[in-house]
């Protein structure tokens, strides 16, 4: 019956959404515990954590095997479909909040406090001497002086990674579909090295920010919207990266058809989406 082309097919109540969420509540109330000064907190969070590695592991191999045994047909491919389009659109307005907030912060609430508007409250008021300039360091230099990041030199090496990256999985995309197998694992493995360079060299980026530049999360509105930009797109790089090795792993054993590779295609969705943010850090960020 599950395999019948008419069908949708509907998943027997399985225990890992059970498991998931016993392990988000470890991990969070050991989170909780940490900030409370309690050191049992980091050990509660590291057995969250391992319970959630657990379950990803588990969950996506029962969903994989359904996956190769032939059970989802075309309605349920469409379904797929439909829900990463609507994932991705979501990560759309959560990048897009942020973005808004910088220019916000930039365009409006800098030159108000400065008085550009001739706005007794905000200006007179609220901070009679506060200087209109970006990047500012919040009231009375709070952080130190501090260097903004240069668009040179790691950004734009790091711009060079991401975009050849979203080349080559172009490339072991179109190899797929034309079943030349030693062309897909290749290209698909030198995909996953440059997110991994890429995540490599923004963690020295970091560390030469807060070492020579003094660049960091102290330093006033720049520095909160700087590593809250670059710091949540790292996180999506990295989870992009992942994904790309476990499809590359799949891959390796056989999987996916010219025909039907949703998995893939649905990684290299996330990826070029993870690409197209990273343009538009670079130059709102690093740039303008």
Same mark, same amino acid.
Request: hydrophobic share 50%; proline share 3%.
């Given at each position: 019956m599950a395999h019948a082309s008419d069908k949708y097919y509907v998943p027997? &109540?399985?225990?890992?959404?059970? +498991?998931?969420?016993v392990g988000l509540f470890i991990l969070f109330g050991g989170f909780a515990a940490l900030l409370n000064g309690d050191d049992v907190g980091q050990?509660?969070?590291?057995?969250?954590?391992?319970?959630?590695?657990?379950?990803?592991?588990?969950?996506?191999?029962?969903? +994989?095997?359904? &996956?190769?045994?032939g059970i989802f047909n075309d309605r349920v491919d469409? &379904?797929?479909r439909m829900g990463m389009i609507w994932f991705i659109y979501s990560e759309v307005l959560f990048f897009a909040c942020f973005f808004a907030t910088l220019w916000y912060v930039r365009n409006l609430s800098v030159?108000?406090?400065?008085?550009?508007s001739n706005n007794f409250f905000t200006h007179q008021l609220l901070w009679d001497n506060f200087q209109k300039a970006w990047p500012t360091n919040g009231p009375g230099n709070m952080g130190g002086a501090f260097e903004p990041m240069k668009a040179m030199g790691i950004p734009a090496l790091n711009t060079a990674i991401l975009l050849s990256s979203g080349v080559t999985l172009t490339i072991?995309?179109?190899?797929?579909?034309?079943?030349?197998?030693? +062309?897909?694992?290749?290209?698909?493995?030198?995909?996953?090295?440059?997110?991994?360079?890429? +995540?490599?060299?923004?963690?020295?980026?970091? &560390?030469?920010a807060y070492h020579h530049l003094n660049l960091t999360l102290r330093s006033g509105v720049y520095g909160a919207t700087f590593f809250m930009l670059t710091g949540f797109h790292g996180l999506h790089v990295t989870i992009g990266a992942t994904m790309l090795v476990v499809i590359w792993l799949r891959c390796l054993k056989g999987?996916?058809?010219?025909?039907?590779?949703?998995?893939f295609?649905?990684?290299?969705?996330?990826?070029?989406f993870v690409d197209v943010v990273w343009l538009g850090l670079f130059i709102f960020v690093y740039w303008l």
């Open positions: 027997e &109540s399985t225990r890992w959404p059970v +498991i998931t969420s050990y509660a969070m590291y057995v969250g954590v391992a319970v959630v590695i657990w379950m990803v592991f588990a969950w996506f191999r029962e969903v +994989i095997g359904e &996956s190769e045994a469409g &379904s797929f030159p108000w406090l400065g008085g550009e072991a995309h179109h190899a797929l579909k034309e079943n030349k197998r030693g +062309i897909l694992k290749i290209f698909l493995a030198m995909t996953f090295l440059l997110g991994f360079l890429f +995540i490599g060299l923004q963690a020295y980026e970091y &560390s030469e999987h996916f058809t010219p025909k039907k590779h949703f998995a295609e649905g990684v290299a969705w996330y990826w070029h």
